[in-house]
């Protein structure tokens, strides 16, 4: 692990191995670790990076109001900072891929390709905690931390429970006590959603730019994702149809994670590498 400043920000990330720039982005209330078997399985051809979001990890928060431009801003300040000028292949998890949507029509020239994973924007579906956040009073007491909290975001992540290691727990529940967490959470649920779902002005917005630029693009799913529905790749091939995609079987919500070595391979075949 390294640091860089970004625009005054302390920012965390990785980067390993040499060749064309892969960026790897994770999901709201996530870090760059949920992409570490990415780095092992890429980086003997790739130089891969994946960096935590301002305000996640061991990034300094904004000192604004969220929002997905913003993160998107974020990532190509970023990009500026650890010197990646030429175009590089973006994934990402979650709210991860909708940043990384966002940086593709913003930039264009900024973006080889671009792969989502159980990307958030395909749907207003989303699971009732993230819903919940929306409903102030409430927030202050779903994001209080704790081992058991920190447990069942483990536990609605994957289908496989081999997964939920006490590892995993105990740094999910030390991030989840970072002095500014609960309000980077809040303010970035309430940007993107709502009691009712994640919000469809910014989605339709997002959806057509990025058909119209017709960026290389795989979307990719698993099949028992509790957090965004996999009815959401359906909605991604109308949307999307010049993309390609993958459905992982009896996978929740990170396949990077619960199927590294294929999801490797799927990236590798789309890159043509």
Request: proline residues 4%; charged residues 25%.
């Amino acid at each position: 692990m390294t640091e860089v400043t970004v625009d005054g920000l302390r920012t965390r990330y990785r980067v390993d191995g040499d060749g064309d720039p892969v960026v790897l982005l994770h999901g709201i209330a996530r870090t760059h670790a949920d992409w570490t078997d990415q780095h092992a399985l890429l980086s003997d051809r790739f130089r891969v990076y994946s960096v935590d979001l301002p305000g996640f990890g061991g990034s300094d928060p904004l000192p604004g109001r969220y929002s997905l431009q913003a993160l998107a801003d974020f990532v190509e300040r970023f990009l500026d900072a650890v010197d990646v000028a030429e175009p590089a292949h973006l994934v990402g998890n979650s709210l991860g891929g909708a940043v990384a949507m966002r940086v593709s029509v913003r930039s264009p020239q900024r973006v080889r390709s671009l792969a989502l994973v159980n990307s958030a924007g395909f749907g207003k579906e989303v699971t009732i905690a993230l819903r919940l956040l929306a409903v102030r009073g409430l927030a202050a007491l779903l994001l209080r931390p704790s081992r058991y909290g920190a447990r069942q975001v483990e536990r609605s992540l994957y289908v496989d429970q081999a997964y939920v290691t006490d590892e995993r727990v105990e740094y999910g529940y030390r991030i989840a006590t970072r002095p500014h967490a609960a309000r980077v959470m809040t303010d970035l649920a309430r940007s993107l959603g709502s009691l009712r779902g994640v919000r469809q002005a910014w989605r339709d917005e997002l959806l057509a730019a990025v058909a119209a630029a017709k960026v290389p693009t795989l979307v990719v799913w698993g099949d028992r994702d509790l957090i965004l529905p996999a009815t959401h790749l359906e909605a991604a091939r109308t949307l999307l149809p010049h993309a390609r995609f993958h459905l992982f079987e009896n996978t929740g919500h990170m396949p990077q994670v619960e199927r590294a070595e294929e999801m490797s391979e799927l990236l590798v075949d789309f890159w043509g590498a």
